[in-house]
């Protein structure tokens, strides 16, 4: 038979052993699912995100990611990270607090129970202590650098509160369930000494060295004014005392902002907790002030006020609110600010978060008081109230329901982490398994005008500052300019933003090179989160360098959000050492290579089902589910653009859509779905795109056009020309430039399989005349294997077993003189059910084989390349590889993956594959990264220091004057001396708390952590030898500074030397021209 008339070579020789494979994991890819709660950290520069699993990841700059897990896996409720102690803070479900040491998070928590829940706790870079909430309403502290609780306890103060004016006043509304339980903690953004505790009843100014209550805050909305619901309640008639959810205080600290469960923001002046400067809801100002005409609708209606066809919901309650300043004052009392808030609107709105631009807080002087009449001054209210009217709005629409937000500060810690905002941070339910994280660029105010008629210095004969509130409302413009998205770290990708898809693309190093392009470490919309450094292991550096010569790898992923990602996964990313830290994160996202699919002209919400990137050209294909398919180039200075085709009804070109800025790849055509649906598609390196259709029918798309070619024998508009045998669903294309055993010319074809097996190959030919590709009238047909796998059909070399693929130099060798010593090729075929290898595409069929495994499926397959030895691997859902040799397809090895992964999605030439973790909501929640050859690979998560930048934290604020900066008032006890952090730890430590032995925490950049014991030396030690190193140190200036000298000295002489080379040398020259030399 064909055996005894060739002798073909044995193809797998190098990979018949099986200690050539070493199967294994090199890196794991989570994503974050369940995120709960996130925390910023300036000093440190570090992330830190809490899961409802109980996993918290602590996110740095390049490479810098470290978990840990709460006992018992209890959901995260509260996390933060303390500077000034250099410590993770956490507390679960349990209400438990658990504290880590950032320098080490292998070290277990230290770990403390209170009597009641924790609600609230509250830390500051300045002082070790943190504050902590209980549901019982006391205030606990605990010393984070001792590690244990403090003395100093605070009582409930609101039942203090309410015993004060039980005496004076009797109210029933003060009784009601929740008043007496804190919410919120907040320090005063000036003074360490007076904190702000928010109760459900109200808010407390308390004096922390005093023991005492400065003053209470609680808002009634009297009967008659609409509050918080507007006059579409039926307690309008009563009065009200809503619930406070959130407190956050003006940079100044005179005044702050508190938001209630009734969907009303109410601004208090400290010194004044009689009234509040203003009540307001997201649409509406001055809701406690009775609405005369509204209120007598209310009453003709009988408190029935809904008119017919209205249709207003009920408004959702403030969630949290902060207060953000700006460097751009010389004022100290700073200039514009930005008043954040969600919640507060009704149901029916689209989901999103509100930022309010405040003018500057600019109060005139005021006139000396007169008789015994105390207060807030009628200018400095007036003032305050002016500083709270929204000069602009600005609304960040969310993909979902928001839970919570983070202000993203650039360097400062103070002002609770919201003074001069890079980014915000919102969390959002996208969908009910899982909830993503959002980031949008924080936009600082821009210079405006205060408001027409608003000037604090003129005397207004309203007697107040808005007596016009439709004009106010008017004045209050939208933002014009929409705040950009930011990348969040990609394991945060989740929801909307989670993976469905992913592939691994192997390109050589040129083309990696010109597909990455030059990255910033830090884009301008990446988010500023540099800290801590990582690195491989110095013992494996050897092993890394190896890495060097490896190929080039990519990750490409779809996400829910209608959008293609690419992320650089090369080995030569992990290059690095304890000298030479990370220079990149791993995986790399490459943004600008972004692919947003929601900005072209598509039918409905665009849904993947494959992409490819040619290794060469780098043009991009994206095949949907609905049948359309997409065409993207590098948007490179060689790429041309496309020129209209009159009379062009087949495709759409796509050169004037709108993308985001600096977007790399650009869509070039669109093949819309007809009236047949498309099924697959190839692309090739030479400017050819094959697609497939269900009725059996193949095109060609040539992109030098574009035109679109077809068969001259099929005709997709009837069907009545097809052959049966043709009709059935195309399901495999691949291009390649070979011969058929029937045409020894080596050409362009295409191999189009059918879901049947029947297989057609198509040539390729250019017309000399016009220099136009058409196909060619002769089409070879095959009897293959039925319902091939996508990707499971190769073209390899018979000699070398490279694969003959549709590429540059294999397309230029075509175009060269016919050479009647071509190579032979082998055609390999495989199904979820075997294999079949044929010579020359359609000729003699070498071998044939049906898996080991009939139980479990096949679904991948990859000719796998090793020290030029090659071999056909089969991933079933085992999982296994199977191992067969080529060409004749005997079965070698079989190898359990169950240790490494779970199901295989991708697998490369080199036996390196992905593999993936599914999540219940139908998004991944890992990616695996394995290989078949695991000798010398070094994908270890690398050796992290979370504390190696620890930026110089400031000087807490002192406080400013409620007037021009000559005005000294009386407020905050100007000119006394104010409480600094160390005063602060011993107040709430008392006498007897223990000296810690470990170093105080670095609080310069420059400043290093050190690792192991006995690194720093003890006091006496360095007190002993600080005269020898002095002695020391002047005999060494002595020795110098004679060095200098002989130095000095020997220049000297050695200039006077040149000098006289110089002159002898010239005069040497003048005699030569003399004597005519």
Request: with cysteine.
């Amino acid at each position: 038979m064909f055996r005894e008339k060739h002798v073909l070579a044995d193809l797998s020789t190098g990979q018949r052993d099986p200690d050539d494979w070493d199967i294994g994991r090199l890196r794991t890819v989570q994503y974050f699912l369940d995120t709960r709660v996130l925390t910023y950290e300036p000093i440190l520069s570090l992330l830190a995100v809490g899961t409802a699993s109980g996993l918290i990841c602590v996110i740095g700059g390049p490479g810098v990611e470290s978990s840990v897990q709460t006992p018992e896996g209890s959901p995260v409720k509260i996390l933060q990270l303390a500077a000034s102690t250099d410590k993770l803070l956490s507390v679960d479900e349990r209400d438990r607090l658990h504290i880590w040491n950032l320098k080490d998070l292998t070290e277990p928590p230290k770990s403390t129970r209170f009597d009641h829940a924790i609600n609230a706790i509250m830390l500051s870079p300045s002082h070790t202590h943190v504050f902590l909430a209980l549901q019982s309403g006391e205030i606990r502290t605990y010393d984070l650098l001792c590690l244990k609780k403090s003395p100093y306890i605070i009582p409930n103060l609101w039942n203090m509160f309410q015993t004060k004016i039980a005496s004076s006043v009797v109210d029933p509304l003060h009784a009601l369930p929740g008043c007496n339980i804190p919410v919120d903690l907040v320090a005063h953004p000036r003074d360490l000494n007076l904190i702000f505790v928010a109760f459900g009843g109200g808010i407390v100014l308390y004096d922390l060295s005093s023991r005492n209550i400065l003053r209470a805050y609680e808002l009634v909305i009297p009967a008659g004014a609409p509050g918080g619901g507007g006059y579409h309640q039926s307690e309008v008639l009563t009065h009200r005392r809503p619930s406070v959810t959130s407190v956050a205080i003006h940079p100044a600290g005179h005044f702050f902002a508190v938001g209630y469960a009734d969907g009303c923001v109410a601004f208090w002046a400290v010194e004044d907790e009689d009234q509040p400067l203003m009540v307001r809801t997201s649409t509406e100002l001055d809701v406690n002030v009775i609405n005369g005409g509204e209120l007598e609708k209310f009453l003709q209606s009988g408190g029935h006020p809904e008119e017919k066809g209205t249709d207003l919901s009920e408004r959702q309650p403030i969630y949290r609110v902060a207060w953000c300043g700006f460097p751009n004052s010389l004022d100290p009392r700073g200039g514009a600010t930005a008043l954040v808030f969600l919640g507060g609107d009704r149901s029916n709105d689209p989901c999103r978060l509100t930022v309010h631009t405040m003018p500057a807080f600019d109060s005139p002087e005021p006139p000396a008081p007169s008789g015994s009449k105390t207060g807030l001054h009628a200018s400095i209210r007036k003032a305050m109230r002016l500083s709270v009217i929204p000069l602009e709005t600005t609304y960040h629409l969310s993909s979902g329901p928001i839970y919570d937000f983070v202000v993203f500060p650039k360097s400062n810690p103070h002002f609770s982490g919201c003074w001069d905002p890079a980014a915000l941070l919102f969390l959002t339910a996208a969908s009910p398994d899982s909830r993503m994280v959002e980031a949008r660029q924080f936009l600082p105010p821009k210079i405006m005008s205060p408001l027409p008629g608003t000037d604090t210095r003129e005397n207004s004969e309203h007697g107040d500052v808005i007596h016009d509130l439709s004009a106010t409302l008017k004045n209050t413009a939208l933002s014009g300019e929409d705040p950009l998205p930011m990348h969040v770290p990609s394991k945060l990708y989740s929801g909307l933003g989670g993976v469905f898809y992913a592939q691994l693309l192997t390109l050589q190093r040129g083309m990696h090179d010109v597909l990455v392009g030059q990255q910033p470490v830090l884009g301008g919309a990446d988010l500023p989160i540099v800290g801590g450094s990582a690195w491989m292991d110095d013992k494996r550096l050897s092993e890394l360098r190896l890495s060097r010569s490896h190929p080039r790898r990519i990750l490409i992923t779809c996400h829910r959000d209608s959008t293609v990602r690419f992320h650089d996964v090369s080995p030569q990313l992990l290059i690095s050492s304890s000298t030479s830290p990370l220079q990149k994160h791993y995986p790399f996202a490459i943004h600008d290579l972004t692919i947003d699919l929601s900005c072209l002209p598509l039918s409905s919400a665009p849904e993947v089902a494959t992409v490819q990137v040619a290794p060469e050209s780098l043009e991009c294909t994206v095949l949907l589910k609905s049948g359309e398919l997409l065409v993207y180039r590098l948007n490179t200075t060689q790429a041309s653009p496309p020129v209209e085709i009159e009379g062009n009804t087949e495709f759409l070109l796509l050169g004037n859509v709108a993308l985001r800025p600096g977007t790399r790849y650009h869509p070039f055509l669109m093949l819309p779905r007809g009236n047949v649906s498309l099924t697959c598609c190839a692309l090739s390196d030479i400017g050819f795109v094959g697609v497939g259709y269900i009725d059996g029918s193949v095109a060609v798309i040539d992109m030098r056009g574009p035109s679109l070619l077809r068969p001259r024998h099929q005709k997709r508009q009837s069907k009545l020309l097809v052959r049966n045998q043709d009709a059935d669903p195309i399901v495999s294309l691949t291009w390649t430039v070979s011969t058929v055993s029937m045409d020894p010319q080596l050409a362009v074809r295409l191999i189009a399989i059918h879901e049947s097996g029947n297989t057609q190959v198509f040539k390729i030919i250019r017309d000399p005349e016009s220099s136009l590709y058409d196909f060619a009238h002769d089409v070879t047909r095959v009897e293959g294997l039925p319902n091939v796998l996508q990707g499971g059909s190769f073209v390899i070399d018979s000699q070398k077993g490279t694969t003959w693929r549709a590429d540059r130099s294999r397309f230029a060798s075509s175009l060269q003189t016919r050479d009647n010593n071509l190579a032979h090729c082998f055609w390999v075929a495989a199904s979820a059910k075997g294999a079949r290898c044929m010579l020359d595409i359609s000729g003699e069929r070498i071998s044939k084989v049906e898996w080991n495994s009939k139980k479990n499926k096949v679904r991948h397959v990859q000719v796998v390349e090793k020290n030029n030895s090659h071999v056909l691997v089969a991933f079933n859902d085992q999982p296994e590889a199977m191992i067969y040799s080529l060409p004749y397809l005997e079965h070698l090895h079989t190898f359990s993956l169950a240790k490494v992964c779970e199901n295989v999605i991708s697998v490369d030439e080199t036996g390196d594959f992905i593999a993936s973790r599914c999540h219940e909501s139908d998004v991944l929640e890992q990616i695996i990264f394995g290989t078949l050859f695991n000798t010398h690979r070094v994908y270890d998560h690398p050796i992290v220091d979370l504390t190696s930048l620890h930026r110089e934290i400031p000087p807490y604020p002192q406080p400013v004057s409620v007037g021009p900066p000559s005005l000294l008032g009386s407020w905050f006890r100007y000119g006394k001396p104010i409480m600094i952090g160390e005063q602060l730890d011993a107040l709430l430590a008392g006498p007897d708390r223990p000296i810690p032995s470990s170093d105080p925490v670095q609080t310069s950049q420059d400043a290093t952590a050190g690792y192991g014991s006995g690194v720093m030396k003890t006091m006496e030690n360095a007190r002993d030898g600080v005269y020898n190193r002095l002695n020391d140190a002047l005999t060494e200036r002595g020795e110098m500074l004679g060095n200098i000298e002989q130095r000095i000295d020997s220049l000297q002489q050695g200039s006077k030397d040149m000098v006289a080379q110089a002159k002898r040398l010239a005069a040497e020259q003048s005699a030569r021209r003399w004597f005519g030399f």
